[in-house]
């Protein structure tokens, strides 16, 4: 018995029989306007959800994929480009942690640019790091301060433009 011999017969049956694989204009016309469309909505769901869920719905629509594939192949006939849309389910999950890993980040530098000028890096690090930990109504602590004057100060204050005094400072 060598298996290969069958798969030769079945080739070799297949071309006398004129019993192809083809692939109909029509269905790549379908799908065409599929992939566009289901690119579009999946790009614009997976923006608005989480990216664990995110994730979750584009393995799914994976899976699903690829049970149509098999149904419309084994069943009909039918040969779908599956592959088309299994790229552009990982297009679209590149992207769109992509997006949001950028977007998010940007705020972060934002918010720490913002924060460290008022605060040392290390705390704004710490808010950003734990915003649940950050009360913005303060703590009370018993502490000792030591106030100090600087000479010429107030005449040199107020001659300055607040932000010119700030970056002095």
Known sequence: TFPGVEIQATVAQNI???????RNRSIEAYETIALLVL?????????FLPIFISTILLGLMSY???L??????????????????LILY??????????????????RRKTKKI?????????ADKMLENPDDVDLMGESRRLTVF???????????????????????
């Open 16 to 22: 006398i029989e004129e019993n192809f694989l083809v």
């Open 39 to 47: 690119g579009l909505l999946l790009c614009f769901m997976c923006s």
């Open 64 to 66: 699903l994929t690829i």
């Open 68 to 85: 149509v594939d098999i149904y419309y192949f084994f069943g009909n006939g039918i040969l779908l480009s599956s592959s088309m849309f």
């Open 90 to 107: 990982v297009l679209v999950f590149f992207l769109v942690i992509n997006t949001k890993y950028w977007l998010t980040d940007k705020e």
């Open 115 to 123: 924060f460290s000028s008022y605060v040392s890096s290390e705390i």
């Open 147 to 169: 106030f100090s004057d600087i000479r010429g100060y107030t005449a040199f204050s107020e001659k300055r433009d607040t932000k010119e005094l700030v970056a002095q400072l």
